[in-house]
Antibody
Framework: QVQLVESGGGVVQPGRSLRLSCAAS????????MHWVRQAPGKGLEWVAV????????YYADSVKGRFTISRDNSKNTLYLQMNSLRAEDTAVYYC????????????????WGQGTLVTVSS | SYVLTQPPSVSVAPGQTARITCGGN??????VHWYQQKPGQAPVLVVY???DRPSGIPERFSGSNSGNTATLTISRVEAGDEADYYC?????????????FGGGTKLTVL
């Protein structure tokens, strides 16, 4: 079955960096766009970034543009989120999610989602 | 930027019908997707493209979208439907596509 497993979360000081990973299985990873979505404690969902199936396009939320970088390694079936210059307001559970619809499609829904990894930015 | 507005909370008795709205400027021209999130769990897609249901989602879940309001309707509400619900669209009004989520609605089953 389709599975997404995030890792790499933890406690980090403000201004430092962290890299999240999302291991995908159960589908042809290289054929699907992938997203990062975050959720601050007790808050709603906030989209972070998307990368097209082939890495040709990447888009970011204004709140992370210039600090976060989304990437993928299709040979390893893995999605990444490099987070630099972290701030307290970046504290959240970070989910990876697959682009919905068929292979090579874009701008659809998110399905499925991983279980999330918690990032805490604190001194 | 595009804004989606949801009521913070909706309450309904078991067996009744819950309607959760998602308001946005001319949202009827966009495709709206809905997610259910139970405490401590990841979101789950319950309706996509305004009114389609993924496999495994009960027929009790349905959606509609017209004008400035999209609606998720849950018929014959059960205790297990208690959760937060989020609507989502793509917005291409800026120089790049953007994903927008509504603020979420907490469904309470009385």
């Amino acid at each position: 079955q389709v599975q997404l497993v995030e890792s790499g979360g933890g406690v980090v000081q403000p201004g430092r960096s962290l890299r999240l990973s999302c291991a995908a299985s159960g589908f042809t990873f290289s054929s699907y766009g992938m997203h990062w979505v975050r959720q601050a404690p007790g808050k709603g969902l906030e989209w972070v970034a998307v990368i097209w199936y082939d890495g040709s396009n990447k888009y970011y939320a204004d709140s992370v543009k210039g600090r976060f970088t989304i990437s993928r390694d299709n040979s390893k079936n893995t999605l990444y989120l490099q987070m630099n210059s972290l701030r307290a307001e970046d504290t959240a559970v970070y989910y990876c999610a697959r682009e919905g619809g068929g292979p090579y499609e874009a701008e659809n829904w998110f399905d499925p989602w991983g279980q999330g990894t918690l990032v805490t930015v604190s001194s | 930027s595009y804004v989606l507005t949801q009521p913070p909370s909706v309450s309904v008795a078991p067996g009744q019908t819950a309607r959760i709205t998602c308001g946005g400027n001319n949202i009827g021209s966009k495709s709206v997707h809905w997610y259910q999130q139970k405490p401590g769990q990841a979101p789950v897609l319950v309706v996509y493209d305004d009114s389609d249901r993924p496999s495994g989602i009960p027929e009790r879940f349905s959606g509609s979208n017209s004008g400035n309001t999209a609606t998720l309707t849950i018929s014959r509400v059960e205790a297990g439907d208690e959760a937060d619900y989020y609507c989502q669209v793509w917005d291409s009004s800026s120089d790049h596509p953007d994903v927008v989520f509504g603020g979420g609605t907490k469904l309470t089953v009385l």
